[in-house]
Structure formats: structure tokens, C-alpha cells
């Protein structure tokens, strides 16, 4: 799964660059918080986004599940209404907005 902040781009012009990372270690940090609940694996931060692993290192038969039941709650979580200490930037103006992918892996022989 890869999620990341929607608008930061934008963002970045209107804030200090010391705020502005703030707010990204902040969403940062919840995401990885969300998705460790559900066995996601944080496998790289790329910019203002956190790529997620389901299934490494440990596979389980419901990774699939556990990957959308993560996007739901992460969802919840930046919108602030699973906790508050994962909602992001309110105060600072930031989108509470975030995209994800979802991806399928391959087995290959």
C-alpha cells in the first residue's frame, strides 16, 4: 500500500519548511502507527508518503484483508476521529486529505 498527503505540494509553498515537515512526520507517523495494528510493514518513506508492506515479513492467508481493513482505518485516523494525536495539521492549515494504492503482488517461479 502506499499512501500520501494530498495537496502537499501546494502546501509546501504556504509553510516554513520546519512546519511543513512537522506535518509530514506527523502523518508520517500515524500512518505507520495505523498500519501496524494490521501486520503492515513501513518499507520505505518516500517524501510526504509511506510505502506499507502487508505479507513481509511475515505472510499471513488475510494479508489482502488486512491491507484494505488498514486503508479504512487510516482514513478515520487522519481525519482525526480514532485519535487525535493523528491529525496531522489542523492547526497549521495542511490537508487532512491522503490517496492510497492498493497492489497486488505476483508470484513468480
Known sequence: MFSDLVGSTA??????????????????????????????????YMGDGVLVYFGYPQA????????????????????????PSCSPATRRGASRQHRQAHMKGEKFP
Open 11 to 44: 502546501l509546501s509553498a504556504r509553510m516554513d519548511p520546519e512546519d511543513l515537515r512537522e506535518v509530514i512526520s506527523a502523518y508520517q507517523k500515524c500512518v505507520a502507527e495505523t498500519v501496524q495494528r494490521f501486520g503492515g510493514f513501513v518499507a520505505k
Open 60 to 83: 499471513h492467508e488475510d494479508d489482502a484483508e488486512r491491507a484494505v481493513r488498514a486503508g479504512l482505518a487510516l482514513i478515520q485516523a487522519v481525519g482525526g476521529s480514532l485519535r
